[in-house]
Each structure stands twice: as structure tokens, then as C-alpha cells.
């Protein structure tokens, strides 16, 4: 198998926690991973995105191919839309609808989940209030988790063990939480 | 200690490899994309190993000297701008050389992601006679350290070890090897090496560059640079240190025609040769500037053609993508992806709340009010003040530069001229330029905006914290024109008062603005909770 990832988001939004708990996942199921994060200046409110790639066959570039990519990931549905270009056709978007406005010209919203509704295999989810009306409200990122688990080509309840190995140092109540928003995405995206 | 199959960055893959070949100490100031080497160190190795953050790159490679003075191991890290900073030292401890292994760590940005340059660190490798690693893996990164400090070692030399921002920051399962234990104090066997007095010196520069044709042979007979010409062809490629990877992933991992990586250097110009004498062109694939492709040219015969960067075959400038690789090789243009009009970029931007902020809001009115005035600033978080909505500087170029720049214009006559630092910035390479400034009395006015830590690279500790009006004061700033403000929305008028008084001033004025970064504040409340 092989499954290239790209995750997207503004930064301080948490993609790199949910690169995290996909690439332990791969790790425990034996595969072979190489994942490229951004650090530095656009950590501070700028577009942020990471290349996760997960396969059986050793890998050798860090950085996924135009328009190879077979899924994206991202918090923010502009930021979904930046990267759709890299998308390969059969590829999915699993992306907030809910935009992050840091910027005087962020475009008209409607317009960019138009754009995004018209490519093939779309998931968009307001995780945001998502998160609040299920009493979730830090867990909005793993709803987005949760509604892309069965596009990664990895073992659901593997998926799940990581989850909670990631979250287990802040307690059994964060684990729980975390656990009730990865069901909520999972369920939406069915 | 954490062991067996490891997700790790580049950065902290070799870090791994420095803890378990036995270092003494990391010595490091922090810079993107090089900081996670020594905060891997500072979390995961003894007490005993010394990882205290330097004040600046150039302290850090002379303390790691000493170290290996006294026969122990260092690893020193920086990103590609910081050996700039410590090149003096870098380039003499080749001339004394070394007795405890010496690895330097040198990570570039090709394309800038976090830097004002795209300087290649492989230049000052060459110009040293130091033996460079290049690393395409995180495994190679972890293998190659542990052989840099065994080669540092036996031929008496640093080993300036060359990683590039995908490198740095990507992450891939490690295999560690058994750890080693630090060796005990031991002197080095040629004392008199290490007094650089002219007659030693041209001894020693004598010796270095004999041993050269030797430190040519190891990259030659060295496992990390792979020479295949099992496969005949007409093109033979050259791939350096990543650039292996793009390559690899363009032909499926199936060599198509001769083929040599290089991860080692000197140049093994004898494989370059021998592949030069089967081929009818050579492609050069390579991370940064073409530091190989130039040197190809002198080593193959001339009707023998050389690709890569200089003859456009790749781009000239910007990091190597397995995008551009494919083309190269293929002949074929690399897509171009459709951009929707709905994208707009999102710079990076000072948080909501920082301390930045109210300096550059009252600094940007008070300015504006004289027809001349100028603001010179610095690197880190507050560069950010270049941007809307405050346009409040009008450079940024080297770790300092902003108050020696002010100076200079104030001597040739510019007024207001004033300066933005930052603390860790300050203390870095600002403090000398203070004091050229008071010895000549300079008409500047210095903002060290102080939010307590090195903010932009992660919120590492900052070295004169607690310390700046005592250094102020003992560089000789008059103590009635040392002005400290809490930067915050509710003194504003406060902070446009003391910004017209101390600009009016005719001599040198220090204003600190003091709060904590927004983002080390709120590590702290999460850790609480």
C-alpha cells in the first residue's frame, strides 16, 4: 500500500498532532514513513502544511509529487484549496469549512468551498462547532482525524491505539473526549 | 533512553548520534531549521553532557574547541548564516585541528523557508580542507554522525556535517547503533599545534593540505557515496546528499545508467573521472548553489557536457523538489498546477497580544512625525514589523546589524535613526555594535524589545535575560537615558513619550520594552493546567 498525505492549516492549529498519531499509526502496522514538517517563521499565523507519505515499498523522496497526493487533510478550507492542485484525480479532501480570517483579503467563503465541492471526493465538515455542540470543544482537529481514518489505508483500531497513546500523559478524561471526536468524524464521513 | 525503531527528524537523528557517540557537549544558538538538534539533546542526554544554549555561534564553536582541546567529543550546531558568525573559528580549528572528535552540524535552508540567503555550507567545508557529510536519510544522518566523530578523530580534523531543510525537518524510522562512552580528559598529542603563531601556521597549513589527497581516498573508498556504472548509458548523473532521493524516486529506484552519489567529500574526483570516461554528458543534481557542477568541470574532459543548475537544465536558485529532479531527467517540463482565484497568501504575522506590537504602533506615529527618520531592525519575531499593518522598518539583514547600521547612518548625518532588537538578538551580536556607538557618542536611539525569550525559533532560552540594563549600563550608556516600558495597549501614551524624548536626545539611548512572548506565557498556562 501506499498513501500520500498532505496536511494543511494555519499555524497553531494542530496539524502536526494529527501527523503525529497517523504516522504512529503506520509506524505500529510495520510501514514505512517519511513525513516533512514546516518550522519556523510561518508557525506564527501563516500557511503551514506537512507531507506525510505511509507505504509497504521503502520510500525515498520527503516530498510528495504534483498531482500524486491521495489525500489532504487540512483545518482550514482555504488552505484545503492552496494544495488542491497537488491532488492526484482519485484523491480525497477532508477539510474544515470553517475559515481561519488572519488576513484583511481573505476571499469570499462561499466561493472557496464552492471550488472545493466541485472536486470528486469531498468531505467538509464545520468541525469547529462540531466540536462545541459535542461538548468536544479542544477536539476539533481529531474530528477531522476521524473523518479521513478510512481514506489512510490503515487499520481503523490501530488508528484509534495511537489516539489515545498520544493523549494518554494528560489523563483519561482528554482520551475520552478525543476518542467521542474521532466517532463523530468517523461517523459524518460514512 | 528511548531505543529500537524511532520516528525521528533529521535534526534529531543526528543528535541521537552524537549522545550515543559519547559527546561531551552540544554548543549551539538557536536558527531555523537547525534548532532541534540541541533541544533533542538538552531532553534526552545525561546531565553530565553540557547543552546549554550559547550566546551566540561563534562562542559555541570555540567552547566545542575546547572540548576537543582536552580530548573529548562536541557536536556544534547552527543554522547556514550562523557559521558566517563563527567562521573564524571554524576555519582555524582546522589549522590547530582537533583531539577530541569536532562535528559540526550545518543546516541550509535552500529556497529560504526562515533565512535571508541561500548560501551553501559546503563552500566553507572546501575552504576549511574539513571533510563534509552529506546525508539523503534520516539513517544516513544518524549513520554518518557516528562516523564523523570516528573521522574527526583520525585525521585530526573537524567534520562539518551538511543537512538541508527537508533533511531537518522530516521525520523517518531510525535504527540506532550501540551507544559509546565519553572519553576521559586527554591532551592532544601535538601541543604546539594549538598556538597559531605565523611559523605554526604555515606548518601546519602545510600539513592540512598534504593530508588532503589521504581525506580524498576515505570519500572515495567511503560506503556513503555509492558508485554504480553496472548499467550502460549515454548520461551519467551525479546526486548529492538529498538530491539522491528525488533521483531514486524519479527512475522507481532502478538504475537506468552510471550513477554516483555523493555524501562525502572532498570530491571523489577519481569516480567522477572514470564515470566522465563512459559518458557523453553528466547531469549534477545537487541541494543549494552548484558547488559540485563547478567543480565537475575541472576534474572531466572537455567534450565530456556538464547539466545541472548552471546550464539551466534545473533552477538556478530554490530547493530541489522531486518535481524539478523529474524534469531534469526526463526532458519533460514539470506540471504546472492550476491555482484557484479563491487562494490568497497568508504571511506569517506578530501573535495577537505580543509585546511587538505596541512598540511598533507607538515607534510607527512617532516616526512618521520627522521627514527623515529611518528604523533599523533585526532578525527574529519582530522582522514581522516589515509588514502590514505596521511598515514600521526599513531593514533587516544580519543577526546585529540593526544598531551598528543606525550608528553608521547617524554618523553620516541621518536623523531620527533608530534601532529594533530583539534580547536574544541583542546579546548575540548586538552589544559590540552598543559600545562603538557610545565611544563615539552616536545620535541613535536603541529599542531592545524584550519578550524574555528567543521567540521565532521556538522560545529558547534568551542569554542576558535579567541582564540588560547591567550591560547597558556597563558599555556606558548614560543611566538617565536607560528607559525600561511595559509594552502593553494601556501605556501607550507612556511609550510615544519616552520614544519623542529619548529620540530628541543627541547621544546614545537604550529603551526596553519588557513583556513575555504570547507563546511561551501560554506553554506555560497549558503546562499548569
Redesign the interface.
Known amino acids: 500500500m501506499k498513501t500520500d498525505i498532505i496536511l494543511s492549516g ?2 497553531g492549529q494542530g496539524i502536526l498532532s494529527i501527523a503525529a498519531i497517523i ?2 499509526a503506520a ?1 505500529k502496522q510495520g510501514l ?16 503551514v502544511q506537512s507531507n506525510l507519505r505511509i507505504s509497504s515499498n ?10 500524486h497526493a491521495d489525500v489532504i487533510i487540512s483545518m482550514e478550507p ?2 484545503a ?2 494544495y ?3 491532488l492526484s484525480k482519485e484523491g480525497w479532501i477532508i477539510s474544515s469549512s470553517a475559515p481561519f480570517i ?7 467563503v462561499d ?2 468551498l464552492e ?1 472545493l465541492r466541485r472536486r470528486r471526493n469531498v468531505i467538509l465538515l464545520d468541525i469547529e462547532a462540531l466540536a462545541k455542540d459535542n461538548d468536544v470543544p479542544r477536539s476539533s482537529n481529531v474530528i477531522l482525524l476521524g473523518a479521513a481514518a478510512a481514506s489512510l489505508g490503515i487499520n481503523c483500531e490501530v488508528l484509534k491505539g495511537s489516539l489515545a497513546d498520544f493523549f494518554s500523559a494528560k489523563g483519561e478524561a482528554v482520551v475520552t473526549a478525543n476518542m467521542k471526536a474521532f466517532e463523530i468524524g468517523k461517523q459524518l464521513a460514512n | 533512553m528511548i531505543k529500537s525503531n524511532l520516528l525521528l527528524l533529521g535534526n534529531e537523528a543526528v543528535a541521537l548520534a552524537a549522545i550515543d557517540s559519547g559527546i561531551s557537549g552540544v554548543y549551539a544558538y538557536p536558527g531555523t531549521p537547525s534548532t532541534e538538534a540541541t533541544e533533542f539533546i538538552q531532553k534526552y542526554a545525561s546531565e553530565s553532557t553540557h547543552s546549554r544554549w550559547c550566546t551566540n555561534e561563534k562562542t559555541a564553536m570555540e567552547a566545542a574547541l575546547g572540548v576537543s582541546y582536552v580530548g573529548k567529543r562536541a557536536l556544534v550546531c547552527m543554522k547556514h548564516v550562523g557559521l558566517n558568525v563563527c567562521a573564524d573559528a571554524f576555519i582555524n580549528a582546522s589549522m590547530t585541528g582537533v583531539n577530541g572528535g569536532l562535528v559540526v552540524l550545518v543546516a541550509d535552508d535552500p529556497s529560504m523557508h526562515s533565512s535571508q540567503n541561500e548560501q551553501d555550507s559546503r563552500f566553507y567545508g572546501k575552504f576549511s580542507f574539513a571533510p563534509i557529510f552529506e546525508p539523503s536519510t534520516q539513517q544516513e544522518a544518524y549513520n554518518m554522525t557516528r562516523a564523523a566523530f570516528e573521522l574527526s578523530e583520525e585525521v585530526g580534523l573537524p567534520v562539518l556535517l551538511r543537512v538541508v531543510t527537508r533533511l531537518a525537518h522530516s521525520r523517518a524510522q531510525i535504527v540506532p547503533q550501540p551507544a559509546q562512552k565519553p572519553a576521559d580528559i586527554h591532551f592532544p598529542a601535538n601541543p604546539g599545534n594549538w598556538i597559531l603563531l605565523p611559523v605554526v601556521a604555515r606548518r601546519r597549513n602545510n600539513e592540512v593540505i598534504a593530508q588532503q589527497p589521504m581525506i580524498e581516498q576515505k570519500a572515495i573508498d567511503s560506503p556513503f557515496n555509492i558508485y554504480d556504472c553496472s548499467v550502460p548509458s549515454k548520461r551519467g548523473i551525479i546526486a548529492c546528499g538529498i538530491a539522491w532521493n528525488y533521483l531514486m524516486e524519479a527512475i522507481g529506484g532502478k538504475i537506468c545508467g552510471p550513477v554516483l552519489k555523493v555524501s562525502q567529500y572532498p570530491l571523489p574526483k577519481a569516480l567522477i573521472a572514470d564515470m566522465a570516461s563512459k559518458v557523453d554528458e553528466i547531469l549534477v543534481i545537487e541541494d543549494g548553489q552548484p558547488f559540485v557542477e563547478d567543480q565537475v568541470k575541472g576534474v572531466i574532459p572537455g567534450k565530456v557536457v556538464v547539466k545541472g543548475r548552471l546550464s539551466g537544465d534545473l533552477p538556478r536558485t530554490g530547493e530541489l523538489t522531486p518535481d524539478n529532479v523529474k524534469a531534469a531527467i526526463t526532458g519533460v517540463a514539470e506540471p504546472v498546477l492550476e491555482t484557484s482565484e479563491y487562494v490568497v497568501p497568508r504571511p506569517p504575522a506578530l501573535c495577537q497580544g505580543c509585546g511587538h506590537r505596541d512598540v511598533y504602533n507607538s515607534l510607527k506615529d512617532i516616526i512618521a512625525q520627522y521627514p527623515n527618520g529611518k528604523v533599523f531592525s533585526d532578525i527574529g519575531c519582530y522582522t514581522l514589523g516589515a509588514l502590514p499593518p505596521f511598515k514600521a522598518i526599513n531593514s533587516t539583514v544580519d543577526m546585529g546589524a540593526s544598531i551598528t547600521m543606525a550608528k553608521g547612518a547617524a554618523d553620516a548625518g541621518l536623523f531620527p535613526s533608530v534601532a529594533v532588537i530583539g534580547d536574544s538578538t541583542f546579546t548575540h551580536s548586538g552589544m559590540t555594535g552598543l559600545l562603538d556607538a557610545v565611544n563615539s557618542n552616536s545620535s541613535i536611539t536603541v529599542i531592545i524589545s524584550d519578550n524574555l525569550t528567543t521567540a521565532m525559533t521556538g522560545g529558547q532560552n534568551s542569554a542576558g535575560t535579567n541582564k540588560f540594563e547591567q550591560i547597558c549600563l556597563g558599555i556606558g550608556v548614560d543611566p538617565a537615558h536607560i528607559k525600561v516600558v511595559t509594552p502593553v495597549p494601556a501605556n501607550r501614551e507612556q511609550i510615544d513619550q519616552i520614544l519623542k524624548e529619548e529620540i530628541e536626545y543627541r547621544g546614545v539611548s537604550v529603551i526596553i520594552p519588557r513583556r513575555e512572548c504570547m507563546q511561551t506565557l501560554a506553554r506555560k498556562k497549558r503546562k499548569k493546567l
Do not use: T
Not at chain 1, 514505512?32 to 519556523?40: L, T, Y
Open positions: 494555519v499555524g504516522a504512529d509506524r514505512n514513513i517519511k513525513q516533512a514538517e514546516v518550522h519556523g517563521m510561518s508557525q506564527r499565523g501563516g500557511d521503502p520510500i525515498f523522496s520527503d516530498l510528495i509529487e504534483k498531482g482555504m488552505e484549496l492552496r488542491a492542485g497537488n488572519n488576513i484583511l483579503n481573505y476571499p469570499d466561493k472557496v471550488e
